[in-house]
């Protein structure tokens, strides 16, 4: 079986090929902007380009059975539809919660005929380096709705996952949720930053201009798209599932040790 891994330098999709290889593949392709940046593993073929840049995407796609298509909305519907006339058997695509914003990477990928897979995960664990700055610099967190509540996804249990996916049979046609095992607060997210720091860190709710003001700073034109979401989430906890232990055998990674992995963004 041969596997395309596009975005292979993304935050995923390198995750992705190392988790290929432990998982026995032995024929993987990784798409790449910068492959001397990748550092990619010397058994794995690969070629430079971009899902971004459908002209790069035929000579990656020769001889693909399965294509792990990274999230880039604007050329999705371009790269699904090559991968189709490249006779691709499954295209297993990053997407998110049914309905948001990423719905576009699945109606694309269901469009072009192909067998799919999506996998569906929610927030990253990986976007508490929006605290690192301020956690860097002292013990305090200022931020906004602090009562939000998620179960935030560590990107290795996603990258485990599309491993599994792609190298098993059994999945043709099916979404899989996934999230970390349990549901915390934003204010519990700091708090176990602070835990697994060996810290007491404090999480500040900022009025919603003041937040705004901030993020601005950050995010830029994404602020107030960000902040209302965070806004329009109150009272919407999002309920952990079980997804990433059933198919990987493992439970997935919890706050505390993702952080204590990741500790040198916060210190």
């Known amino acids: 079986m041969k596997v395309l891994v596009t975005g292979a330098t993304g935050n995923v999709g390198r995750l992705l090929v190392d988790e290929l290889l432990a998982q026995g593949a032995s024929d ?33 796609l020769r001889s693909v059975d399965v294509m792990y298509l990274a999230p880039h909305i604007p050329t999705a519907a371009a790269a699904c539809r090559l991968a ?25 990928v269901e469009a072009s005929g192909v067998p799919w897979t999506h996998l569906e ?13 301020q956690i860097r610099a002292g013990d305090e967190v200022r931020d906004a709705y602090g009562s ?9 249990d996603i990258a485990a996952v599309a491993a599994h996916v792609i190298l098993t049979e059994g999945h043709e046609g099916k979404s ?37 003001t901030q993020f601005q700073k950050t995010m830029g034109e994404y602020a107030k798209w960000y902040l209302d979401g965070l806004a329009a989430s109150v009272g919407h906890p999002q309920q952990a599932v079980p997804t990433v232990a059933r198919l990987t055998g493992r439970p997935a990674m919890t706050y505390e040790e993702w952080t204590r992995r990741h500790q040198d963004i916060f210190r």
């Open 176 to 212: 899989y949720e996934l999230t970390g095992p349990t549901t915390l607060t934003r204010r519990e997210k700091v708090a176990a930053i602070g835990q697994a720091l060996g810290r007491d860190l404090a999480y500040i709710d900022l009025p919603y201009d003041e937040a705004l």
């Open 28 to 60: 993987v392709r990784a798409l790449t902007v910068d492959p001397d940046k990748a550092a990619l593993p010397p058994s794995v073929e690969v070629v430079q380009g971009f899902v971004g840049r459908p002209s790069t995407l035929p000579a990656a």
């Open 148 to 156: 939000v509540a998620n179960a935030a996804i560590a990107q290795e």
């Open 121 to 133: 995960p929610g927030e990253f664990m990986a976007n508490a380096d929006l605290w690192a700055p």
């Open 84 to 108: 189709a006339e490249a006779g691709v058997q499954r295209i297993v695509d990053l997407a998110g919660a049914k309905g948001d914003h990423w719905q576009a990477i699945e109606d694309a």
